[in-house]
């Protein structure tokens, strides 16, 4: 998620998947906080792209799932 363009890319596709236009509130805005993690994942049997939301307990079990070399499948 470090590449702007593939960032905007994904943007893109969103705005375009809900029928070109997406609104947020000052609400919305205010309520997302540095603390809010989105997961993103790669589904090989599909090609799908999976975007989460995710809690912190999560991530730290993810990494160890990805760290551990076991199941590649899902290893981006």
């Given at each position: 998620?470090?590449?702007?363009?593939?960032l905007?890319?994904?943007?893109?596709?969103?705005?375009?998947?809900?029928g070109?236009?997406?609104t947020?509130?000052?609400?919305?805005?205010k309520?997302?906080?540095?603390?809010?993690?989105?997961?993103?994942?790669?589904?090989?049997d599909t090609?799908?792209?999976?975007?989460?939301?995710?809690?912190?307990?999560?991530?730290v079990?993810a990494?160890?799932?990805?760290?551990?070399?076991?199941?590649?499948?899902?290893?981006?």
């Amino acid at each position: 998620m470090k590449d702007p363009d593939y960032l905007f890319s994904i943007l893109t596709m969103l705005v375009k998947k809900n029928g070109g236009k997406i609104t947020i509130t000052e609400e919305e805005m205010k309520s997302v906080s540095t603390g809010d993690l989105i997961g993103m994942y790669y589904e090989p049997d599909t090609g799908n792209i999976i975007l989460k939301e995710v809690n912190s307990e999560d991530m730290v079990r993810a990494r160890g799932m990805v760290n551990d070399k076991i199941d590649k499948t899902y290893d981006n």
